[in-house]
């Protein structure tokens, strides 16, 4: 089984962190619009809105240049990288984590247009199947908790959510 | 200091408060005894539900979530050599061991003397420590609280247990998060893009839920795909689970007190200290105490089933709890990463913790501490006879463990501000924490920069309003002592993770020369 070492290592989070601080820099003026909105009889700079994004974004730049730089010397000098657990990813892992959060967003999805007791009802049996319940079981199951959490949330909490069975 | 004890224990004495503390401890013991799940997760997944409620039965009942949850991990770590926690890591050396040589039932029993103990001794400290610790939040000014929140971010980052510049970048990421909403000085719209959604910032209960609870699905999904993938390997590598062959292996806690009083005093003192630091968690103090232990009389017998091991880990673990509501009490700054969660319980029921809790609502701040000392001595009274129903939890499968946390999330998320939007940030959040756990980039910096970054920009630039340029931070002690430890605690990460390289130099030349001589 093919295992990915350094799929997503320090370079491309340092690069990440790069990226964020420019993005932040870039944005400051559309999104601080107070920066005219002068306070009377202080200073300018320090006290109006952008000066503290500007100041975060510097810290990301920093901190993305260093991380990035520093695993690019390691990589030089022959280390090897840091042990990760989560590092070593193998394709079906990546696969089917990334499948689990489609299935996430398509379940969020069904339960704003379907309703809440659908969305679970239908996402629980795919989730517990996935996971290695037979297949009967897994329906009791995926019923059950969808009437549970129905009935707790919508009857006893009243959270309003949509599509509720016991409104 | 008699009159606020008085004022708090006078605020829960209430048959009705007692009773959802209780509820609140035996359901944290049964998602800290979940493998996979946290107490930090049990609060973020559960506080959306208390946001109907009164604050003094809405926070007791977090408070509760939050001191079962801490030890509902022993059982994991105790009966399948898992830790429920990171803050049950040393609890698996030797309760796990106890466990194996057939003794499961005194290796819970010590874990629970050992916890209590440690709460109750924390509980007390909190009850002493509060009224001048809010005397002092009420005393200090802007310059103060600044100095006071630098000093923990970079405390957080120190600790992270990942290299500084990850921390730094994480906490610089949740400094980011926090800006997005309304300026807090003139209050126009800032990096909310026009969305009505981010006007008010981003949601924080639905982030935490994105950031805690999604990764752990992902996990066991990909646990999953690697059991389809490696059938035949589960079976050598499942964990051997205890079981439960001697009968009456049962300790006397008189027996616990007298024996190994000096450790739980140690213990006790080691966690509190760790607690009462603003921003360092309750991960680090069982391995201080743990490694204080290895000092003691029976330090050679650590990691071999020793009960002193059990005890240290646990009492310093619980005694973190009462002192870490110290620092978020009155000045607003969570002890640990569960607490930032109960922040952001708070703010969402319209209080916000440090001197304007103190000053407005102290029948609020020594109700909370009333509950903390309240929840301690329920621990023991909830975990003896439910000690059954919870050893019989961690079986849970999986296929139906994960349903219920997604469930959870969902309803968790939407109910806060009952709006689709919440779910989308829960999502996106998701990916997040899915991302910062594939790259170990730690979370606690993203968190607790995130809850405090409103309170740091809005003191920074309150302290610049008052005098106008930087010389204000200057003009109090407090404030430079405050940032020179600042100072000190980013050089000595610095000098430590060069340390660490320079040991790794002789290591890489070895294993190259082996290389080439291969």
Known sequence: ?167 | MINNIVLGLEQIADPQIILIIAFGVALGLVFGALPGLTATMAIALVAPLTFALEPLLALPFLVGVYRGGLYGGVFTAVLLGVPGTPANVPTVLDGYEMAKQGYPQSALQYSLFGSVAGALFSSILLFTIITPAARLALAIGAPEIFALLLFSMTLVTYISGARLPKGLLAAAIGIFLGMVGLDPIVGTPRFTFGHVGLTAGVPIIAMFIGLFAIPELTALVEQRAREVYRKGESAATAPVRATFSAPDDSIRLRDVVRYYWRRILVSAGIGAFIGVLPGIGSETSPWLAYAAARKGKHGDNLGKGEPEGIIASEVANDAVVGAAFTPLLAFGIPGDLPLAVMLGALMAQGLRPGPALVRDNPEVLFGIVAAVFVSSMLLYVIVRPLAGVVKEVVRVPTWVLAPLILGLSVAGSFGVNNRAFDLWVMVVFGAVGYLMRKTAIPLAPLVLAFVLSSTLETSFRESLLLEGDFSVFLSSPLAIALFLLSALVIASSIVLDLRKKSEELPEAARASTERVDE
């Open chain 1, 1 to 167: 089984m093919r295992r990915w070492t350094n799929v997503l290592d320090d370079r491309w989070i340092g690069a990440v962190g790069v990226f964020l601080g420019v993005a932040l820099l870039a944005v400051t003026p559309y999104a601080v619009r107070a920066s005219t909105a002068l306070i009377p009889g202080t200073d300018v700079l320090f006290v109006r809105g952008d000066f503290y994004p500007r100041v975060t974004a510097a810290l990301l730049i920093v901190t993305g240049l260093w991380l990035f730089a520093s695993d690019w010397l390691r990589a030089a000098r022959g280390r090897r990288a840091e042990p990760w657990p989560g590092r070593a990813l193998t394709l079906p892992e990546v696969v089917w984590s990334a499948l689990f959060l489609v299935g996430l967003t398509a379940y969020v999805y069904l339960i704003i247009n379907v309703g809440f007791a659908i969305g679970c009802a239908i996402v629980f049996v795919i989730l517990g199947k996935l996971l290695g319940g037979k297949l009967h079981w897994v329906i009791v199951m995926s019923i059950s908790v969808t009437l549970a959490m129905d009935a707790v949330f919508g009857l006893l909490f009243r959270i309003p959510l949509p599509g509720r069975i016991f409104a």
